[in-house]
């Protein structure tokens, strides 16, 4: 699926470089479940936003199904930022005055599915997440699980092969953490879908069949040094975030 080689991206910050990403290549199969550990500012968010299509490298390739991401034009950007991938945040980025259902059918307007085919495919996904009888409310009138799960019913609005997900359980206590995981779990095992997830818990980080660490910009294989070895990920995510 992917195929990174010496992509490196810095940043000018009051007349310094920041090298957030350096030198970083790696291979991910389609149908893998990654997990990218790393403290703040390590690079995480800025691998995760350049494998979805959003910060340039400054120098490298970034390879999806063996053609070069940033050599295509604007338009096929655009096509895999809303077909390829989908996107799950920490904090969920629901808009505060439309409904669950028209939250998930945001990604879809762009689409070609016409009006009623959007709301059944977001009926659908609510109701796998077990919102079946939330659709008509308002962020605010959801639990911060349940907006997540919204939030999760809207990355797959267009059936999308990659999940790149954003320290997903960040906000959330360690039980709902554990459900939201199951929820990314399920989408690999079950359904086959590639993803991406990138967090600062090594408990949740043993979700992932490949684990990296990055640690400025560097990133290695393995579980980080803090990881719990040799302990199931379904036994206990106490102080997941």
Do not use: C, W
């Amino acid at each position: 699926m992917y195929q990174l080689d010496g992509v490196t991206k810095t940043y000018r910050h009051r007349g310094q470089e920041i090298r957030a990403l350096d030198n970083v290549s790696f291979h991910i199969p389609a149908g893998t479940f990654v997990t990218v550990t790393g403290g703040s500012g390590s690079g995480k968010t800025t691998l995760l936003l350049t494998l979805g299509g959003l910060i340039h490298p400054s120098s490298g390739t970034v390879a999806v199904k063996g053609d070069d991401l940033y050599r295509a034009g604007g338009n096929r950007l655009a096509h895999y930022r809303n077909r390829t991938v989908g996107f799950v945040l920490q904090t969920f980025h629901l808009v505060p005055y439309l409904t669950a259902m028209e939250n998930v059918m945001v990604p879809m307007l762009l689409s070609e599915k016409d009006g009623r085919r959007r709301e059944e495919k977001a009926a659908a996904l609510l109701d796998k997440m077990e919102l079946s009888d939330r659709m008509d409310f308002r962020p605010k009138e959801l639990s911060v699980g349940q907006q997540q799960r919204v939030a999760i019913a809207r990355a797959l609005a267009n059936d999308p092969e990659v999940i790149l997900a954003d320290e997903p359980t960040g906000n959330l206590d360690p039980a709902l953490a554990s459900e939201i995981l199951e929820i990314m779990e399920s989408l690999n095992a079950a359904e086959g879908r590639t993803i991406l997830m990138v967090t600062h818990s090594p408990e949740a980080a043993q979700f992932g069949s490949r684990r990296f660490h990055l640690t400025q910009g560097k990133l290695r294989e393995g579980a980080p040094d803090a990881a719990v070895s040799g302990s199931s990920h379904t036994s206990s995510l106490k102080g997941v975030q």
